[in-house]
């Protein structure tokens, strides 16, 4: 199941062969899945600088953060791809993915 948050294309099980193209986890693409990709995604959703520096206590280059089109539905911004980036990090699905 970890490797389903790293991930950016899944293949469902429900779906045998299909792929399920979403963004992933790492919203911040600092190379660490953490609650700091959650802040980034709303300061971004919100308006907020599309770059950051990752880690504070860490600082790095800066880097990019991914679409907020986090399901990849064509819909943007969308109340749905906040539903499901927040459901993905809890574990469950994501609307675009059956």
Do not use: K, Y
Not at 15 to 34: K, M, P, R, W
Not at 48 to 63: A, M
Not at 83 to 90: G, K
């Amino acid at each position: 199941m970890q490797t389903a948050f790293i991930a950016c294309l899944l293949v469902s099980p429900a779906t045998a062969g299909e792929v399920c193209e979403h963004g992933d986890l790492d919203f911040n693409n600092d190379g660490i899945v953490s609650l700091l990709d959650v802040e980034d995604f709303f300061r971004v959703s919100s308006g907020g600088d599309p770059c950051s520096r990752g880690n504070p206590e860490e600082p790095v280059e800066p880097v990019c953060c991914d679409s907020l089109d986090f399901n990849r539905d064509g819909v943007f911004p969308s109340d749905q791809d906040a539903i499901d980036f927040l459901s993905l990090w809890a574990g469950g699905p994501i609307s675009t993915c059956p």
